[in-house]
């Protein structure tokens, strides 16, 4: 008979539950400070280079298609109020462990990336906020640097609870407030050129479809996070029940924000130095308010949000890696538990290296490497969406005891297809994007080649054990 340690997460039933500490408001806290963050610190820039000023409108573009993926998690979270996410989705859809552990991987590597890209903004901010302009190798090495520095964070087994959660959260929230207030109040000033919102000014080689898609595949990255939320099901009151409302009301309050956001960006500065600013919310709260010392704090508080999103991407990084390997699904010196702080040593130590270098190969690789990590982020996370969102027709015929949310089936059909579109070279995404996920890709495909071997030498063993002698 197997026991319990033999089993798969999604049936180990006889385990305690975790302990339900989260309401609709904490909840609510915890899905908007995982949306905010480093995607619109960062990359506000970026997307204005490839639209112009009408920046709000691929990000506008970017939450309808993660509103439909949202639709998609709420009907399958309430179904199965699971910690597991995506995978256990994929696993109970399809069934194929091949296709389960790929999309586990996938949605670690995409941790890895987002904290990588939070590392360059780190670094970016901390040089802003010392007044020192540092050029592209200085911020490397500040990135490096300070992922290390989350490394022994992580070491410790620094976890930030709840509350810490919702500090980091409003700490967050207060800069973008700040850009929108001071943005309005330059704006009343008659400070801001309102021309610039409404244009267009794509690069010469796109046309204007060409880029909105190209800039809302970069401005996807700045609305996930939302999908993060359903592995808190568990330690949620009622899920089934709050879910759906929270969820939405995250969503649309981060749509309203990022919207102003971009439209108080390129009303007070040109698009040209946007683009070019490693930190353009810092860029504009100076033009909003130069007589205010502001422009200090910007920094700072923009390097707590991108700081806040690389420590919570590495740690669920390193458990993934620790929670695969002890279900047998990857090496097992990746559980290795150290001793005295309990925390996935060996795990914490192998995704700092992926870590580390992607940051050295993307920089070396592109002059634009925020913009490259970013992508790749929302790339891998565009096709696990995918799977979710087919995940739903297909377990439309498991039916549950429970009263759960229901989409129309036109909904994930939708969701599926503008995620695939996004995924495709079509939307003009830099080639770059592609390398650093397919060589991800390929090294969790060797590392389930490997555990697969590995786990028919055990199982020979058992039957035969002379006949490996």
């Known amino acids: 008979m197997a026991t319990n340690e033999t089993k798969s997460p999604v049936q180990q039933d006889g385990h305690a539950p975790l302990k339900r500490v989260m309401g609709p408001k904490l909840l609510l806290l915890f899905i908007v400070g995982d ?101 592209k190798a200085w911020i490397t090495f500040g990135a490096l640097g300070f992922m290390l520095l989350v490394m022994l964070v992580n070491l410790r087994g620094a976890a930030e609870s709840v509350k810490a959660n919702v500090v980091l959260t409003l700490i967050e929230l207060s800069g973008l407030l700040m850009v929108i207030l001071l943005g ?105 308010a130069p007589d205010l010392p502001v422009e200090y704090i910007m920094p700072i508080i923009s390097m707590f949000a991108v700081a806040n999103s690389a420590l919570i991407n590495m740690m669920m990084a390193s458990r993934l890696l620790y929670g695969m390997s002890r279900q047998g699904v990857l090496p097992a010196f990746l559980a290795h538990v150290h001793r005295k702080n309990q925390t996935p040593w060996t795990a914490i130590l192998f995704t700092t290296v992926l870590a580390l270098a992607l940051i050295v190969l993307v920089a070396l690789a592109d002059s634009e490497a925020i913009r490259a990590l970013g992508g790749t982020t929302a790339l891998l996370l565009l096709g696990v969406f995918a799977f979710v969102n087919v995940a739903v027709l297909v377990l439309r015929r498991d039916k549950v005891k429970h009263e759960h949310f229901r989409i129309n089936r036109i909904i994930p059909w939708l969701g599926a297809a503008a995620c695939l579109f996004l995924v495709t070279p079509l939307t003009g995404r830099d080639v770059i994007q592609y390398q650093v996920a397919g060589w991800l890709l390929l090294l969790g495909v060797v590392m389930w080649g490997v555990t697969y071997m590995a786990h028919r030498r055990e199982a020979r063993m058992e039957l035969d054990p002379a006949s490996l002698e």
Not at 187 to 215: Q, Y
């Open 35 to 135: 949306i905010l963050g480093t995607g619109v610190y960062a990359l506000t820039g970026q997307v204005a280079a490839e639209v112009g000023g009408a920046a709000w409108v691929p990000f506008l573009v970017a939450f309808a298609v993660a509103l439909l993926t949202a639709l998609s998690y709420l009907e399958l979270v309430t179904k199965y109020p699971k910690a597991a996410g995506a995978a256990l989705y994929v696993h109970k859809a399809f069934g194929v462990h091949f296709l389960t552990f790929i999309v586990c991987f996938t949605v670690m590597c995409s941790g890895l990336t987002s904290a990588a890209t939070a590392s360059q903004a780190f670094a970016a901010n901390l040089f802003a906020a010392f007044g020192i302009k540092a050029d």
């Open 184 to 288: 309005f109040y330059a704006m009343s000033e008659g400070k801001a050129d309102f021309s610039r919102v409404i244009a267009f000014d794509t690069p010469e080689d796109k046309s204007v479809f060409l880029a909105v898609t190209s800039a809302t595949a970069l401005a996807f990255f700045a609305m996930v996070g939302f999908e993060d939320s359903v592995n808190m099901a568990e330690e949620t009151h009622n899920p089934s029940r709050i879910f759906p409302k929270v969820m939405l009301t995250g969503l649309g309050l981060t749509a309203v924000i990022y919207t102003l956001v971009s439209i108080c960006a390129v009303a007070l500065v040109p698009v040209g130095e946007l683009a070019k600013s490693s930190t353009p919310l810092v860029l504009v709260v100076k033009r909003a």
